[in-house]
């Protein structure tokens, strides 16, 4: 029980005064990128609202990240608009409890160990990639409009940037909101504010079923964006997690992090929003205004239904210039700066996989998109480095009848040619002996290219003894080799 009683102190009660500031500046900085989504979606504003304030409050207790902050995402609305304009709302609500089960699934299964695959050149691509989409989001904010917004936007980022030297009790993002709103309402501006984003919802969410037929032909519709929500929504979640990890020097528990966003969306789904999954912009914002447990998530959620449900007057008046500057400070603080001077000193195909993650990131504002493209570059980069660590030492004794072959390194796919190329078959000999002991053989390519080796020698007229195969490589030879079987050489040769 000790542990568990220290887990739950450490996660909700350790920085309770952090929590809670952080949580205020994120519930209103969630506000208007849930409306946004929405939009985007092709859905009501309080589709995006109710799931950002659902999402929240359960994945801070379900997830596996303290101080992560999950909500209505961009990058899963982009998914939906196909469904919600061939088949409503009601088909998404359904898609949105369906991608909870897969991700659900997904956690069970453990795919969350997956992430130590994606290369630290990927997540560096991955966080350049957001910090570029989070400040492009916010050009229309700043295009075409009168000079009070420019004036009140260099006045916030002043403000964020200036405000720590005085204190740091209160998070700088929160002071600008208010400050901001306050000199706005004073002033009788006329600028675009959170209230001309769209209509805040003035009741709380009911639990619904989605008025859909429980059949087949409903499964095959939503089955499909169902599979790419739960992909996109847990890569993001994943690498967002790994982020916030680094920053906060914690760990997180990805598995329980896959169940946690489930469970989240299967519940969102019941109250009519929609999909989503962890924000990297919100959770920088979180983190860098002190939060770092579970309360701060779960005070971002239920803040931002008491603000749009019951204060929503006031936070519509909330000029959007102020969560501009907000935002603005999140790029900039997520951008990793030192990457650019690391293009010259790190290896070429590592700055490759940061800058293909980049630009197709960008060019498609998909996240899932590019972390796909940097951790399939990453594969074929390593596959092809590790490929080339194999050497194939030869000798050959005092009589000159018996040549030695000892192999070094690994054998797989990408190797196997290499293996296959080392050999001399012409030569005349009447025994060749090919040490394994150092090597590995990882997969039926590899035993394929062994096969070729020891026929090859022994359509020659050559006696062949392979030694030193270790226990997983013999146990793949056992199974898929042929060169051992009876007859096999014979038929080769006629």
Same mark, same amino acid.
């Given at each position: ?90 088909? *998404?609500?359904?898609?949105? $409890? !369906? %991608? &909870? @089960?897969?991700?659900? +699934?997904?956690?069970?299964? /453990?795919?969350?160990?997956? =992430? ?57 993002? *929160?002071?600008?909101?208010? $400050? !901001? %709103? &306050? @000199?706005?309402?004073? +002033?009788?501006?006329?600028? /675009?504010?959170?209230?001309? =984003? ?80 962890? =924000? ?215």
């Amino acid at each position: 029980m000790l542990p568990t009683l220290s887990s739950l102190r450490r996660d909700w009660l350790s920085n309770v005064r952090g929590d809670l500031l952080s949580g205020l500046v994120v519930a209103l900085a969630l506000i208007p990128e849930a409306i946004a989504f929405s939009i985007i979606a092709g859905v009501d504003p309080k589709v995006g609202l109710y799931a950002s304030f659902s999402i929240a409050v359960i994945i801070a207790f379900a997830g596996g990240r303290p101080g992560m902050i999950s909500a209505a995402t961009g990058a899963m609305a982009l998914v939906m608009v196909t469904l919600v304009k061939e088949h409503g709302l009601q088909y *998404l609500l359904a898609a949105t $409890v !369906l %991608t &909870g @089960v897969l991700q659900i +699934l997904a956690g069970l299964l /453990r795919l969350g160990a997956l =992430m130590r695959f994606v290369s630290r050149s990927v997540i560096t691509g991955f966080v350049n990639a957001l910090a570029l989409l989070i400040f492009m989001a916010q050009l229309p904010e700043l295009t075409n409009v009168s000079w009070h917004v420019y004036a009140m936007t260099a006045a916030g980022l002043a403000i964020i940037y200036g405000f720590p030297y005085l204190t740091k009790a209160i998070p700088s993002p *929160l002071v600008t909101i208010v $400050v !901001l %709103t &306050g @000199v706005a309402l004073a +002033l009788d501006l006329d600028i /675009r504010t959170v209230g001309d =984003m769209g209509q805040l919802p003035d009741s709380l969410p009911v639990f619904l079923l989605p008025e859909v037929p429980l059949n087949w032909q409903t499964l095959t519709i939503i089955f499909p964006y169902a599979a790419t929500l739960a992909v996109v929504g847990l890569l993001e979640s994943m690498m967002t997690a790994s982020i916030v990890d680094e920053l906060t020097d914690t760990d997180s528990n990805k598995n329980r992090e896959c169940v946690g966003q489930g469970v989240a969306n299967i519940a969102t789904g019941f109250i009519g929003g929609m999909a989503g999954c962890a =924000m990297i912009g919100q959770s920088v914002i979180n983190v860098k205004s002190g939060g770092r447990g579970r309360l701060s998530t779960l005070f971002a959620g239920a803040m931002l239904l008491v603000f749009v449900v019951f204060l929503g007057d006031w936070v519509g008046k909330i000029p959007m210039a102020a969560l501009v500057a907000v935002m603005i400070m999140v790029s900039i603080g997520t951008f990793s700066w030192s990457s650019i001077k690391n293009l010259r000193q790190h290896p070429p195909s590592s700055s490759l996989v940061m800058i293909a993650t980049v630009v197709v990131t960008v060019a498609t504002h998909d996240l899932a998109r590019g972390g796909f493209v940097g951790v399939l570059l990453s594969g074929l980069f390593f596959a092809h480095k590790v490929g080339r660590v194999l050497r194939i030492d030869r000798s050959l004794d005092e009589a000159g009848t018996t040549r030695s072959y000892a192999v070094v390194g690994q054998v797989f796919f990408a190797s196997s040619e290499a293996f296959i190329g080392s050999f001399d078959f012409k030569e005349v000999v009447t025994q060749v002996r090919i040490d394994v002991s150092r090597a590995h053989f990882w997969d039926i390519t590899a035993i394929s290219a062994l096969d070729k080796v020891v026929l090859k020698f022994k359509r020659e007229g050559a006696e062949v003894e392979v030694l030193g195969l270790n226990e997983a490589s013999a146990t793949l030879v056992d199974r898929f080799a042929i060169h051992d079987k009876p007859g096999v050489v014979g038929q080769l040769t006629h």
